[in-house]
């Protein structure tokens, strides 16, 4: 069992930055798929990035060149940071876990966070 909890939400005015954090328990962190993913008023769930364990990366389209993923195995947390803001990016992030091979499929994750809002002014 994996328990994963997100942090570093908040308002913020576009053109801004954020960094998000997920902090995951269990001793085998190291070998899971990490992924961020996100949900807007009205709108499904969607990806927005992710790490492999081998350290592998890919981004959603709209995030590439302002979003970094990155993880920090010694401890257990994720991160995501997240440059240039925009009032499209406002949503409830997730941070997910899988202990297979990376995908942006939200529903091949096995393990998710609470969730974080950010909120983005114009």
């Known amino acids: 069992q994996v328990q994963l909890v997100e942090s570093g939400g908040g308002l913020v005015q576009a053109g801004g930055s954020l960094r998000l954090s997920c902090a995951a328990s269990?001793?085998?962190?190291?070998?899971?798929?990490m992924g961020w993913f996100r949900q807007a008023p009205g709108k499904e769930r969607e990806f927005v990035s992710y790490?492999?364990?081998?350290?592998?990366?890919q981004y959603y389209d709209s995030v590439k060149g302002r979003f970094t993923i990155s993880r920090d195995n010694a401890k257990n947390t994720v991160y995501l940071q997240m440059n240039s803001l925009k009032p499209e990016d406002t949503a409830v992030y997730y941070c997910?876990?899988?202990?297979?091979?990376?995908?942006?499929?939200?529903?091949?994750?096995?393990?998710w966070g609470q969730g974080t809002q950010v909120t983005v002014s114009s």
């Open positions: 997910a876990a899988r202990s297979s091979g990376a995908t942006p499929n939200q529903y091949a994750y096995d393990y």
């Open positions: 269990g001793r085998t962190f190291s070998s899971y798929t």
């Open positions: 790490i492999s364990w081998t350290g592998s990366k």
